[in-house]
């Protein structure tokens, strides 16, 4: 293994890391994507208009599919900074930047202060980690109470201080009320197999583990009134279509075991290769030393230290489980890349040791040249604004990472994985999120209307936006039955976010309505190539209408 003595992990690691960083902080500011991040922070958003903070209220109903802890962190973040997409990213993005010390100490526990070192680093620009930064939803939370909670759980094996049981249960705590009771399974899954291979049987009846256990669903208290209020109370709502819908049943078996099975009121189609390839990308720029990586450990791994398949164990079993389950998403595997990161980081030091990492060197050049190919053909189809200075920067980051004298295999490893992080990232996060903005049609609309303004009702019919809810600056009504227009038009002034023809339709029946913007519209979040194609974007983007509708009797 790399000695800790030679300067340059000790030397580059705190820049590289800085730089990393950096990399990921644009999306703070950038806005809010459709459609999963922007109905969370309307849902947070809700939150604080009411000042409850017990029912969750979405897509214009009581919402029963995510747990509390997300929405309360964005809330809170609310209430220090405004209704912001900044202020809905922050407590995530602080989240994240936690998994980063969890991810260290982990590493530096089981391996080294070199595997830890590169481990973070792999991990802070590792793609789909960032694009979770950009598009909040609830990984960036999810990753860092997994990551957390594990650390303290290895401390509680070392039998170190009694606080860590105090702290691996609150943060296993909060992973529950992010996502769900699975998250148990990431975490036991480990410890399970490790004590099955090294036969510490006693441990499985161990006093500290079942105080874990027990202290963890203490801390839970808090989403499971919050669900029993809002709907175990409250049998006559209807719910997915029905009613004496129990919020803690859902809570404990549909949203999660109802999913893996299929079973639930939220389905899906499976696929077990749906993350095998999903991995190649999403853990870019790493994904090749991930597979060489997991190999190695597989057939010529010699230190094989039991400790460690506490996180190989995890791994495993939460990867078979994403695979088995027919609801599959690629950002569920965000929570697995401080792992993969230790695994890939372990594998690169190994090589290095050996010098055998120049292969994986050449990878890293050939992806280099590979996406700014990427970017460069992107940009000619696109003609994005400002192409021509994307493409000088893409082009002045390839040639420096190409210049520069490296020490060793490892120092060009993670420079042109860094220089890649870089030029993807600033393509993304200054050019091409902002161009695709630009067709996000209900939050351009939303910032039509005035502050002044945000007494007047506001309601979104024929084409619903959660981030014209979001970026309207009071609550909007979704109205989903033409029934219910009369009676929104009836309470004019106010103002409505709809399609052209229904827009047309109002103003010929004689709707005295005023058009405040006319966007354009495309769903961003699945490009096609004639929406890429500047030549073709014409004729696949709609408009979506704005009015402002007067009051009758004021004219």
């Given at each position: 293994?790399?000695?800790?003595?030679?300067?340059?992990?000790?030397?580059?690691?705190?820049?590289?890391?800085?730089?990393?960083?950096?990399?990921?902080?644009?999306?703070?500011?950038?806005?809010?994507?459709?459609?999963?991040?922007?109905?969370?922070?309307?849902?947070?958003?809700?939150?604080?208009?009411?000042?409850?903070?017990?029912?969750?209220?979405?897509?214009?109903?009581?919402?029963?599919?995510?747990?509390?802890?997300?929405?309360?962190?964005?809330?809170?973040?609310?209430?220090?900074?405004?209704?912001?997409?900044?202020?809905?990213?922050?407590?995530?993005?602080?989240?994240?930047?936690?998994?980063?010390?969890?991810?260290?100490?982990?590493?530096?526990?089981?391996?080294?202060?070199?595997?830890?070192?590169?481990?973070?680093?792999?991990?802070?620009?590792?793609?789909?980690?960032?694009?979770?930064?950009?598009?909040?939803?609830?990984?960036?939370?999810?990753?860092?109470?997994?990551?957390?909670?594990?650390?303290?759980?290895?401390?509680?094996?070392?039998?170190?201080?009694?606080?860590?049981?105090?702290?691996?249960?609150?943060?296993?705590?909060?992973?529950?009320?992010?996502?769900?009771?699975?998250?148990?399974?990431?975490?036991?899954?480990?410890?399970?197999?490790?004590?099955?291979?090294?036969?510490?049987?006693?441990?499985?009846?161990?006093?500290?583990?079942?105080?874990?256990?027990?202290?963890?669903?203490?801390?839970?208290?808090?989403?499971?009134?919050?669900?029993?209020?809002?709907?175990?109370?409250?049998?006559?709502?209807?719910?997915?279509?029905?009613?004496?819908?129990?919020?803690?049943?859902?809570?404990?078996?549909?949203?999660?075991?109802?999913?893996?099975?299929?079973?639930?009121?939220?389905?899906?189609?499976?696929?077990?290769?749906?993350?095998?390839?999903?991995?190649?990308?999403?853990?870019?720029?790493?994904?090749?030393?991930?597979?060489?990586?997991?190999?190695?450990?597989?057939?010529?791994?010699?230190?094989?230290?039991?400790?460690?398949?506490?996180?190989?164990?995890?791994?495993?079993?939460?990867?078979?489980?994403?695979?088995?389950?027919?609801?599959?998403?690629?950002?569920?595997?965000?929570?697995?890349?401080?792992?993969?990161?230790?695994?890939?980081?372990?594998?690169?030091?190994?090589?290095?040791?050996?010098?055998?990492?120049?292969?994986?060197?050449?990878?890293?050049?050939?992806?280099?040249?590979?996406?700014?190919?990427?970017?460069?053909?992107?940009?000619?189809?696109?003609?994005?604004?400002?192409?021509?200075?994307?493409?000088?920067?893409?082009?002045?980051?390839?040639?420096a990472a190409s210049i520069i004298r490296y020490r060793n295999a490892m120092q060009q490893l993670l420079f042109k994985g860094y220089a890649l992080a870089a030029m993807l990232y600033i393509f993304l996060f200054q050019f091409f999120y902002p161009f695709l903005l630009q067709y996000q049609s209900g939050m351009q609309a939303a910032r039509v209307i005035p502050?002044?303004?945000?007494?007047?009702?506001?309601?979104?019919?024929?084409?619903?936006?959660?981030?014209?809810?979001?970026?309207?600056?009071?609550?909007?009504?979704?109205?989903?039955?033409?029934?219910?227009?009369?009676?929104?038009?009836?309470?004019?002034?106010?103002?409505?976010?709809?399609?052209?023809?229904?827009?047309?339709?109002?103003?010929?029946?004689?709707?005295?309505?005023?058009?405040?913007?006319?966007?354009?519209?495309?769903?961003?979040?699945?490009?096609?190539?004639?929406?890429?194609?500047?030549?073709?974007?014409?004729?696949?983007?709609?408009?979506?209408?704005?009015?402002?509708?007067?009051?009758?009797?004021?004219?």
């Open positions: 293994m790399m000695n800790i003595r030679d300067p340059f992990l000790n030397r580059y690691f705190p820049w590289l890391l800085l730089a990393g960083i950096l990399l990921n902080m644009p999306g703070l500011w950038l806005d809010i994507i459709e459609p999963d991040g922007a109905l969370y922070a309307t849902i947070a958003k809700h939150i604080v208009l009411h000042n409850d903070w017990v029912n969750l209220y979405g897509d214009g109903h009581d919402w029963l599919d995510k747990p509390h802890f997300p929405f309360w962190m964005a809330a809170i973040s609310y209430k220090l900074f405004g209704i912001t997409g900044f202020a809905y990213k922050l407590p995530a993005f602080l989240f994240w930047l936690l998994s980063l010390r969890y991810t260290y100490l982990i590493a530096r526990d089981l391996y080294s202060d070199d595997v830890a070192k590169i481990a973070v680093l792999i991990y802070t620009v590792a793609l789909h980690s960032t694009l979770a930064n950009f598009d909040v939803r609830a990984e960036p939370y999810l990753t860092a109470c997994i990551i957390g909670a594990a650390w303290h759980m290895l401390r509680v094996h070392a039998k170190a201080h009694w606080s860590h049981m105090l702290w691996a249960a609150l943060l296993a705590a909060c992973a529950i009320m992010t996502k769900g009771v699975f998250v148990l399974i990431t975490l036991a899954g480990g410890w399970v197999i490790y004590w099955l291979i090294t036969r510490q049987f006693r441990e499985f009846l161990h006093y500290r583990w079942w105080l874990v256990l027990a202290l963890c669903f203490v801390f839970i208290i808090p989403e499971l009134y919050s669900l029993y209020v809002q709907f175990d109370l409250h049998p006559e709502k209807v719910v997915f279509g029905r009613t004496h819908v129990s919020g803690l049943r859902f809570f404990f078996w549909d949203s999660q075991f109802g999913r893996f099975f299929n079973t639930g009121p939220i389905k899906g189609k499976g696929d077990v290769t749906f993350f095998l390839h999903t991995t190649l990308w999403a853990f870019l720029p790493w994904s090749l030393g991930l597979v060489g990586g997991i190999v190695y450990l597989v057939r010529f791994e010699k230190n094989r230290d039991a400790i460690r398949w506490v996180i190989y164990g995890s791994t495993l079993v939460t990867f078979l489980l994403f695979s088995m389950s027919k609801f599959q998403l690629p950002h569920y595997l965000v929570i697995e890349f401080p792992y993969f990161s230790i695994i890939t980081a372990y594998f690169f030091t190994e090589l290095a040791r050996r010098s055998k990492l120049n292969y994986f060197v050449t990878v890293q050049t050939v992806l280099l040249v590979a996406t700014l190919l990427f970017i460069s053909g992107l940009l000619f189809i696109t003609r994005i604004e400002n192409g021509i200075v994307a493409a000088a920067i893409s082009l002045a980051i390839v040639f502050a002044k303004d945000s007494h007047l009702p506001v309601a979104a019919y024929g084409s619903f936006s959660y981030s014209f809810e979001f970026y309207s600056p009071g609550e909007v009504k979704l109205i989903k039955s033409g029934k219910y227009l009369d009676d929104f038009i009836d309470a004019a002034p106010c103002y409505l976010y709809t399609t052209a023809a229904i827009a047309d339709s109002l103003i010929r029946s004689g709707v005295d309505a005023e058009v405040q913007a006319s966007p354009k519209h495309f769903h961003v979040t699945r490009l096609k190539y004639g929406f890429l194609d500047e030549k073709k974007r014409s004729a696949v983007v709609e408009p979506r209408y704005l009015l402002y509708i007067h009051d009758e009797d004021t004219m």
